[in-house]
Every structure is written in C-alpha cells, then in structure tokens.
C-alpha cells in the first residue's frame, strides 16, 4: 500500500495571463507506515503537492495513484480510495461550521452513509484521541473554545473517518508552544498506535528532525532532495539554503559540540537523540 506520484505537474490557470506551473515532473512513492516531512519555503509547492494526495487537485499531467488506483478515474473506487487520505489544512479550525462539537466530528462519518451508533462511537474515540472529554465537550458549541482546542476538534473530524493516510499542512502554525507540543503528541499517538502514514508539511526544521523518518525538500515546484533527516541535513548546506531551508540549530549544536573534541555522532539530528548520546557518554565515562 502506498501513494505514488508518477511526474506529477500542476498549473494554475493554464491558458490565462495568470497561468503559473506549481509543481514540476514530480516523481516519488510514499510507503504505508512513513512519516514524511516535507520542507521547504513559501511558494515552493508544499500545499500543492499534498493537494494532490486525496484528489482535490488533480495533475495537469502524470498520475496520482493510492493503492495502486487512480484518484482522477471517475469510478467509485477512486472515490473510495480518496476517502483513505484524510487532511488537516493549515488553520483548520476556519472550516468548522457545526452548532456543537459533536455534530462536527460526526459529519464525515455520517458522509460514509455509517449507522449512527457506529458514528458515536468514531466521534467518543476521535475526541478521546485529541484529548477533549466526550462528557465534557460534545454538546458545547466548537466556536467558544480556545485556539487550540478547535484545532484538536478539526482533527478529530479526519481522525474519525479513520484514514490510511493523514496529510496535516502546517498544523501549528499560529499555536502556542504548549498547544502546539499538545497536537503533536497526539499526531505521534496516532502514528505508533494505529501505524498510519503521516505526511507534515512544516518550516519548521526542529518539527521536521523530531518527527520524521523521511524529508522531503521542495523548491521551485520541485523535489530538491529526499532522505532520512540526518541525510539531509548533512547534505550540501548550500543546496538547503538556496531551498530556503535552515538548518537546525541541534545540528549547529552538535557541530559546536564536535569541534570541541565531544564525540557526538554526526547524524544526531533531534534534542531527543542528543540527550540519549550525553546519557550514554556520561554512563561510559562513570563506568571507567
């Protein structure tokens, strides 16, 4: 199982004195279980590309195929197929439009044509996800919540059509530091319990570090580089920055750290991974 883009271009009103290419001859395969992290400045084609993952864009040129079926075919497989791919825009809390959480939450199940005590039961364990008490918050109307807790409601209405895929473009922007270390424990809860494919789109470099086992970096409608964070971060720093990417400052931390003559490896990408490496230099010298 898997999202594959076969040179996948896409561009904006073609034809007209506004026409603009988005994204260019993209090609890549997207494995069931990945977090992939996709980088890159304003106006690269982040938004575009992952537009393209559920069918609400389809390719001016080249495929878009989820388990193998094709999301422009006008059949009802390819529009069961889109349904697996869920996504959470940035600022998703505008799209919420209910009288009460609840009714929200139960809207996409309900679109699934589900009984409605199989939808009850998709909303009680979307919100107990997300960390909104079912008792507490169902009935309330999602307009008098705070920032971050509207935000967990919009992802509790994709985490309740209980997707395969789950797209989450810029997801904290705009939140808080406690809010937003908040959604992102919840989206690796999500990714460890259920084993569903994430793909991030963020600037955030420390984010990406953190969470990902794959980077893509995007520039000029392109895919510019793919690997493992530590790859790419190690890679040609020129290249990162004419993509508009920084470098973390852990990886700036680390190099600090090894010029100093402190043996830290090379790879080690994320404050996680470094306080294990210091742990287990410290348990080294100790045992000596």
Same mark, same amino acid.
């Given at each position: 199982?898997?999202?594959?883009?076969?040179?996948?271009?896409?561009?904006?009103?073609?034809?007209t004195?506004?026409?603009?290419?988005?994204?260019?001859?993209?090609?890549?395969?997207?494995?069931?279980?990945? /977090?992939?992290?996709?980088?890159?400045?304003?106006?690269?084609?982040?938004?575009?590309?992952?537009?393209? %993952?559920n069918?609400? %864009?389809? #390719?001016?040129?080249?495929?878009?195929?989820?388990?193998?079926?094709?999301?422009?075919?006008?059949?009802?497989?390819?529009?069961?197929?889109?349904?697996?791919?869920?996504?959470? /825009?940035?600022? #998703?809390?505008?799209?919420?439009?209910?009288?009460?959480?609840?009714?929200?939450?139960? /809207?996409?199940?309900?679109?699934?044509?589900? !009984?409605?005590?199989?939808?009850?039961?998709?909303?009680?364990?979307?919100m107990?996800?997300?960390?909104?008490?079912?008792?507490?918050?169902?009935?309330?109307?999602?307009?008098?919540?705070?920032?971050?807790?509207?935000?967990?409601?919009?992802?509790?209405?994709?985490?309740?059509?209980?997707?395969?895929?789950?797209?989450?473009?810029?997801?904290?922007?705009?939140?808080? #530091?406690?809010?937003?270390?908040?959604?992102?424990?919840?989206?690796?809860? %999500?990714?460890?319990?259920?084993?569903?494919t994430?793909?991030?789109?963020?600037?955030?470099?420390?984010?990406?570090?953190?969470?990902?086992?794959?980077?893509?970096?995007?520039?000029?409608?392109?895919?510019?580089?793919?690997?493992? #964070?530590?790859?790419?971060?190690r890679?040609?720093?020129? %290249?990162?920055?004419?993509a508009?990417? !920084?470098?973390?400052?852990?990886?700036?931390?680390?190099?600090?750290?090894?010029?100093?003559?402190? !043996?830290?490896?090379?790879?080690?990408?994320?404050?996680?991974?470094?306080?294990?490496?210091?742990?287990?230099?410290?348990?080294?010298?100790?045992?000596?």
């Amino acid at each position: 199982m898997s999202i594959k883009l076969e040179a996948v271009s896409y561009t904006y009103m073609p034809g007209t004195p506004y026409e603009k290419r988005a994204i260019s001859d993209i090609s890549l395969e997207i494995e069931k279980g990945e /977090f992939v992290a996709i980088i890159g400045h304003t106006g690269s084609g982040k938004s575009t590309l992952v537009q393209h %993952l559920n069918g609400l %864009l389809h #390719p001016t040129s080249g495929r878009v195929l989820v388990d193998d079926i094709d999301l422009a075919a006008k059949t009802p497989e390819a529009k069961k197929i889109a349904r697996s791919v869920g996504m959470v /825009f940035q600022y #998703p809390e505008h799209q919420l439009f209910a009288e009460t959480i609840y009714e929200d939450v139960a /809207f996409g199940p309900r679109n699934l044509k589900l !009984d409605e005590a199989e939808v009850r039961q998709r909303v009680e364990l979307a919100m107990e996800f997300v960390g909104l008490d079912y008792g507490k918050f169902a009935h309330r109307s999602p307009f008098h919540l705070s920032g971050g807790q509207m935000r967990r409601v919009a992802i509790a209405g994709v985490i309740a059509m209980q997707p395969d895929y789950l797209v989450l473009d810029e997801p904290s922007a705009g939140l808080d #530091p406690a809010a937003r270390n908040a959604i992102f424990a919840e989206i690796v809860q %999500l990714y460890r319990t259920r084993g569903i494919t994430v793909i991030l789109v963020t600037h955030n470099m420390e984010e990406a570090a953190r969470l990902a086992d794959r980077m893509l970096v995007m520039a000029k409608g392109e895919v510019r580089m793919d690997g493992k #964070p530590k790859e790419v971060f190690r890679a040609d720093r020129e %290249l990162l920055h004419a993509a508009g990417v !920084d470098v973390p400052r852990m990886v700036e931390l680390v190099d600090a750290l090894r010029l100093k003559g402190i !043996d830290i490896p090379e790879d080690t990408v994320s404050v996680d991974s470094l306080v294990r490496e210091i742990l287990a230099r410290q348990r080294r010298e100790n045992a000596c």
